[in-house]
């Protein structure tokens, strides 16, 4: 079965790009050309295009998906990094979890500390408190873990670090 880049990706689920960008990043092979110089790929291409989404979907790096897919070609060792591999991504989704809940916790206090309501006259509580960035707690606990300010030696939260750049999302 051959079929355009256009079909590829319809079957797949995504845009021509995306196809084009795997090819450029080594995850996809060249495909052959047609006479008239399209990309044409076969029913492989696709199951290979699938996996690299799948992984994706899944936050793995582009760098990790290569690995993966080397491995998958040519099974060489054991499998083991493969379960390190996924359980340093569900470290990171439970640490993004944690900020999440924290950051939640945050803006609800935000909202119950406003001293006014929805439609309030007289200055509104929520952007008060928002120009006041030195007085949040989950700033401060930002700045702590980026180094930008020591511990004062008080307890505060122990939220994980901000949603993760590092990690699974690149």
Known sequence: ?????????????????????????????????????????????????????????HGMKLAEIR??????????????????????????????IAALEHLKAELTALRTASAHGPGCRGGCGILASLSAADACPYCEDLR?????????GKSTSHAPAPLAKGGAFK
């Open 67 to 96: 690995e993966l897919l080397a491995f998958r070609d040519h099974p060489t060792r054991d499998c083991a990094w493969v379960h390190r591999l996924v359980d340093e991504h569900i470290a990171n989704v439970e640490a993004q």
């Open 144 to 152: 702590c873990r980026a180094g930008g300010r020591p511990d004062s």
């Open 1 to 57: 079965m051959r079929m355009k880049i256009g079909e590829l990706a319809k079957l797949a689920g995504c845009p021509v790009v995306t196809i084009r960008f795997y090819e450029k990043e080594g995850l996809l092979a060249r495909p052959e050309r047609s006479e008239g110089n399209y990309r044409l790929y076969c029913a492989a291409d696709l199951e290979r295009l699938r996996f690299v989404m799948h992984c994706r979907r």
